[in-house]
Structure formats: structure tokens, C-alpha cells
């Protein structure tokens, strides 16, 4: 099981910065399954909910 951490899901959601979201698609999509599904903490999921709330003001 792999942690995905703030960063990668926001990337991988907003695709803001090329590289970076290209990176954590890559990440998401060839290392998390159904099998073997990502693990997301819930402090993660708080700050996901913070960094898209502001980006949306």
C-alpha cells in the first residue's frame, strides 16, 4: 500500500503545474489498485479540503 500525501492530490485533481501533475498521475495511476489501493491519512484529506477551498477564492 502506498500513502499519498497532500501534494500528489492536489496535483493529480487541480493538473495546475504540467510536470508535477504528469508526475502524480503517473504515481496514482501505475502504483494504486483496486488490489492494492493508495492510503490517504484523514490530516491529508483536511488539508485537501483547505488547498482547494482557498484556490477557489
Known amino acids: 500500500m502506498i500513502g499519498l500525501d497532500t501534494n500528489i492530490l492536489v ?4 493538473q495546475d503545474e504540467p510536470q508535477q501533475a ?3 498521475s503517473r504515481i496514482i ?3 494504486c ?4 489501493p493508495g492510503h490517504i ?3 491529508v484529506l ?3 479540503v483547505w ?3 482557498r ?3
Open 29 to 31: 495511476e501505475q502504483s
Open 22 to 24: 504528469q508526475r502524480a
Open 46 to 48: 483536511c488539508e485537501l
Open 33 to 36: 489498485s483496486k488490489a492494492s
Open 55 to 57: 484556490a477557489s477564492r
Open 51 to 53: 488547498v482547494l477551498q
Open 41 to 43: 491519512a484523514q490530516v
Open 11 to 14: 496535483r493529480y485533481i487541480t
